[in-house]
């Protein structure tokens, strides 16, 4: 004979084991880092070919695709399907992508140029893991070549000669000059795009600087 109480515990563990549990997100399932990409080739056909390089957090898999391109006779479609890829070193995860960064992938030569938003705010919230999106880090490693410029007072004045508007902010293209002047770009061995890019979201917006923090 069974009390009612525990009759009506029975129906509940009964009825309770009937209904599917819904399953636990795995970390990074809906995290995928996309960038704009073009590959580094010496065919002349494939030097204005476009592609979009995605990047999934959640089993380190890569995907390519390419965009159709009107009047090109680029078709576009899936360049490779997803799947995990190597290097020599070992499997291709997340620390390899950043914008400037040059990648082989599937056997093709790829340089990362462009990052959307999500991708950027991702690399800025672990930067311990991408080292040109931690605005100290870049910061420092500029100043190796500017700090004496900053002090002196010289480098205050060659970005208030580039401010035509008065407004203490410049373009990023006219940051990337002035980077190239003082050869600490990219061209000259210092940081890639992906510096620029966090000097621009840190000290100003998406397409230009505060240069009198930056020279701070």
Do not use: W
């Not at 490779?80 to 620390?95: D, F, N, V």
């Not at 420092?140 to 060659?158: F, M």
């Not at 293209?173 to 190239?180: E, G, T, V, W």
Request: with cysteine.
């Amino acid at each position: 004979y069974a009390s009612p109480r525990s009759a009506l515990l029975s129906l509940a563990s009964c009825v309770g084991s009937l209904i599917p549990t819904v399953p636990k997100a795995k970390l990074g399932e809906n995290k995928t880092m996309r960038f704009m990409a073009k590959m580094e080739s010496t065919n002349p056909e494939d030097v204005e070919r476009v592609f979009t390089i995605s990047f999934f957090l959640v089993d380190n898999t890569v995907q390519i695709h390419e965009p159709p391109k009107r009047n090109s006779g680029i078709v576009g479609g899936s360049f490779l399907s997803r799947m995990k890829l190597r290097t020599a070193e070992g499997l291709i995860t997340q620390e390899y992508f950043y914008v400037g960064a040059e990648i082989q992938l599937a056997g093709h030569a790829f340089i990362l140029v462009d990052a959307d938003d999500g991708t950027l705010r991702h690399m800025e919230n672990n930067s311990h893991i991408f080292e040109y999106s931690n605005l100290r880090n870049v910061v420092e490693v500029y100043g190796l070549s500017l700090k004496d410029a900053a002090l002196s007072g010289e480098l205050l004045e060659e970005f208030k000669s580039m401010d035509v508007s008065g407004t203490s902010t410049i373009a990023i293209k006219s940051l990337k000059q002035l980077l190239m002047k003082y050869k600490c770009s990219y061209y000259y061995g210092g940081p890639p795009e992906q510096a620029v890019l966090t000097l621009c979201r840190k000290l100003g917006n998406k397409t230009s600087i505060n240069y009198e923090k930056f020279v701070a």
